[in-house]
């Protein structure tokens, strides 16, 4: 059962990233890192739209990270790169793919992420040789501290704590 869903999440994987152009890192980036804590207490509305549940979070996340990018910089390609994280039962990146438009209300944007969040996942067993890091120039780190090596333009680091959130852009 393990290799028919491999199989399947490579064919998924290879048609998403078909006609993906790769994205061009920027050399010598210049951001400084941003950190914020955020108290548990403050967050209530999110833990109530995400129901404390980690792929639900990372919906809401990813889709707030997008409609930022989207908004700020001009060469976002509207595709974010989701780190392996245990937290997710990720072993592979994988990769989310937003439609990013003016017109859609919030709550429709948040929709489409939570489907998109729910394919990408369901598809996270995919064969290792395809190599998801090199289409998006955006990451997102769920609950991972290590900042070195990062091959992204901007990576959010999400770490989730007893009594607070930290949010890290770097």
């Known amino acids: 059962m393990e290799m028919i869903d491999t199989v399947i999440s490579n064919i998924f994987w290879s048609n998403k990233i078909k006609n993906m152009e790769y994205s061009n890192p920027i050399i010598g980036n210049e951001y400084n890192s941003v950190c914020k804590y955020i108290l548990i207490d403050k967050l209530s509305s999110y833990l109530k739209i995400s129901k404390n549940n980690s792929l639900s979070k990372l919906s809401v996340i990813s889709s707030i990270f997008s409609f930022l990018l989207y908004r700020t910089i001009d060469d976002f390609n509207d595709v974010i790169l989701i780190s392996p994280s245990d937290k997710l039962s990720l072993k592979n990146p994988i990769l989310l793919k937003f439609e990013n438009k003016i017109d859609v209300s919030f709550k429709a944007f948040l929709n489409h992420a939570a489907v998109e ?21 955006f990451s997102i780190r769920y609950d991972e501290v290590n900042q070195d090596n990062l091959n992204n333009n901007i990576s959010l680091f999400y770490q989730e704590f007893e009594k607070e959130i930290k949010f890290t852009i770097s």
Not at 124 to 132: F, G, I, Q
């Open 117 to 137: 969040v729910k394919e990408a996942y369901i598809h996270r067993s995919y064969n290792d040789k395809l190599d998801l890091e090199m289409y998006s120039g």
